[in-house]
């Protein structure tokens, strides 16, 4: 990595895990300062970067854009080069958008952060920003694309500004993350034109989860599947989920087709990248490891292309809730290095990405499944199967269960 000049600067925002700020680190970003409310989160920022990402006070946004300014961080408006962040998703979620009831989008109380993001952008009049979540964020009933292009209208009317925004939906495979993994990216410049989306480096290859965890050195005992359905996971093959027990798998018909949620009972496949982490998984919800349990905190790190080492705080639920809902880095490196490029002139010739995950050479078979345990042979019946999106109790539309990247 080479620049004329010092690394352009970050503000982050909504840190959590810090897998954003790895990335942007990695594409030659240096931190101002981070904001993020969450104590527990807090301390795995600080537990892994100490001062070098420094913690803002208070970490409640809300609270914290009131005093907040240019000054405070020792620079003028217009001098930050980016402002980066990924609002909290729930009001923008999928969950969201198969229930009227759940539909608020940005009359969420949720999404006041974001407003108070924006709020940043006039305040210190950054040359770029960066926003990460759902793709529920900018497409759909609860969108937030027309917020903030009103608002970014208003920035730029009152200070002079050109700003615009670019935004994709993005798998984090396409570029190298061993987990299918679809977020929206948007971009956002100052008086620079058009932003040069990355393009894909393994659409047609992908890094599988073998090669992320496949053989991962454990620091801690691997838990154990617990619940009504854990003896129920060996009968299912690799890459499958409850499906295989219906009248359209090749199982036994134990389940009505597509009645539950496609994460129900879904398992990791060697060859194949992981489908989607999530934030608050229950019993019996995957992905499951293909020796039939639950993830290790490793492995969920792995496949969110974190460092395996990197110290996560708190209890395993709290844990899992923060790799859950971390952004990849090596998504974030890579977008980074396209700001980085077209905003700053700093060029990355022969440099590989930090956060890349080698394609082993060897792959092992995978593990066949069992036979139906008695204690479920029972449950075998003649099932509906789901009537259709939006006709059922838990509907589901075609194209998820074909990318089954559920956030």
Not at 34 to 61: F, M, Q, V, Y
Not at 76 to 84: I, M, R, S, V
């Amino acid at each position: 990595m080479s620049s004329s000049g010092p690394c352009p600067q970050v503000l982050s925002a909504f840190s959590g895990l810090g897998g954003l700020d790895l990335g942007l680190e990695a594409a030659g970003f240096s931190h101002v300062g981070c904001i993020e409310k969450d104590e527990t989160a807090r301390r795995s920022l600080k537990a892994n970067r100490g001062d070098a990402w420094p913690l803002l006070e208070p970490g409640d946004i809300s609270l914290l854009t009131k005093s907040l300014t240019p000054a405070s961080l020792g620079m003028t408006p217009g001098q930050l080069e980016l402002l980066a962040g990924g609002p909290p998703c729930q009001p923008f979620s999928k969950a969201a958008q198969w229930s009227a009831s759940a539909r608020t989008g940005l009359e969420d109380v949720r999404s006041d952060c974001l407003r108070d993001f924006l709020s940043l952008v006039e305040g210190f009049l950054p040359r770029a920003v960066l926003i990460e979540n759902v793709s529920g964020f900018v497409r759909g009933p609860v969108s937030a694309l027309d917020e903030i292009e009103t608002t970014l209208q208003r920035i730029n009317k009152r200070n002079g500004t050109n700003y615009t925004q670019q935004y994709r939906i993005v798998d984090a495979a396409i570029h190298g993350v061993p987990q299918h993994r679809r977020r929206a990216i948007i971009v956002i410049t100052r008086d620079c034109g058009r932003f040069t989306w990355p393009k894909a480096t393994h659409a047609g290859g992908p890094i599988r989860a073998w090669d992320a965890i496949g053989e991962l050195k454990q620091s801690d005992p691997a838990p154990k599947a617990v619940g009504k359905w854990a003896q129920l996971l060996p009968s299912i093959p690799e890459g499958w989920n409850y499906l295989w027990h219906t009248r359209n798998g090749g199982g036994r018909p134990l389940f009505g087709y597509r009645t539950r949620f496609w994460s129900f009972l879904l398992k990791l496949a060697k060859d194949q990248p992981s489908w989607t982490l999530p934030a608050q998984p229950g019993p019996s919800t995957g992905p499951f490891h293909w020796d039939n349990r639950p993830l290790t905190i490793q492995e969920m790190l792995r496949l969110q292309s974190l460092p395996a080492d990197w110290v996560v705080e708190g209890d395993y639920r709290e844990q899992v809730h923060q790799v859950g809902n971390a952004t990849p880095p090596l998504l974030a490196e890579v977008v980074g290095r396209a700001i980085a490029t077209q905003l700053f002139g700093i060029s990355f010739k022969g440099k590989r990405l930090q956060y890349r995950i080698a394609r082993r050479d060897s792959l092992p078979r995978a593990t066949k499944p069992t036979s139906v345990p008695q204690a479920y042979v029972s449950l075998e019946g003649d099932y509906e199967d789901q009537p259709g999106a939006g006709k059922g109790p838990k509907p589901r539309a075609a194209s998820q269960v074909v990318t089954a990247s559920s956030s």
